[in-house]
């Protein structure tokens, strides 16, 4: 089944925040592909690159800069992987470096 982890990271970084090094990245996605339960993953530009898009009721478009969510976390990245079951999938997220500092969501990938 497939699984994606959604890697939330601080929207500020504060002192008591354990930020992942780089080299704890690379070796986790090492690990993931090893694995072979690697599907895709990506991290995700600066979010002053972001841009939404919000349509209303009769179509109308209206795009800004973007998103301003009043939260503590943002998304960050992401892996998609396929593992047997759920509590693979959570182990999975326990061993991304972006737990430690932030959040992974884990949320099943729909098949239609």
Same mark, same amino acid.
Request: with cysteine; hydrophobic share 45%.
């Given at each position: ?37 690697? *599907? @895709?993953?990506?991290?995700? =530009?600066?979010?002053?690159? +972001?841009? $939404?898009?919000? &349509? ?31 509590? *693979? @999938?959570?182990?999975?997220? =326990?061993?991304?470096?972006? +737990?430690? $500092?932030?959040? &992974? ?8």
């Amino acid at each position: 089944m497939k699984y994606m982890l959604l890697i939330n990271s601080p929207a500020e970084e504060t002192p008591e925040c354990d930020q992942p090094s780089f080299e704890e990245w690379v070796a986790y996605d090492k690990a993931v592909r090893e694995a072979g339960v690697f *599907v @895709a993953g990506e991290s995700l =530009a600066d979010l002053t690159t +972001a841009t $939404a898009v919000r &349509v209303d009721s009769s179509g109308g478009r209206t795009v800004t800069d973007g998103p301003f969510a009043e939260t503590r976390e943002i998304l960050g990245g992401f892996y998609v992987i396929d593992v047997p079951d759920l509590d *693979v @999938a959570l182990d999975w997220a =326990a061993r991304c470096p972006g +737990a430690r $500092a932030g959040s &992974v969501v884990v949320r099943p990938v729909a098949e239609f």
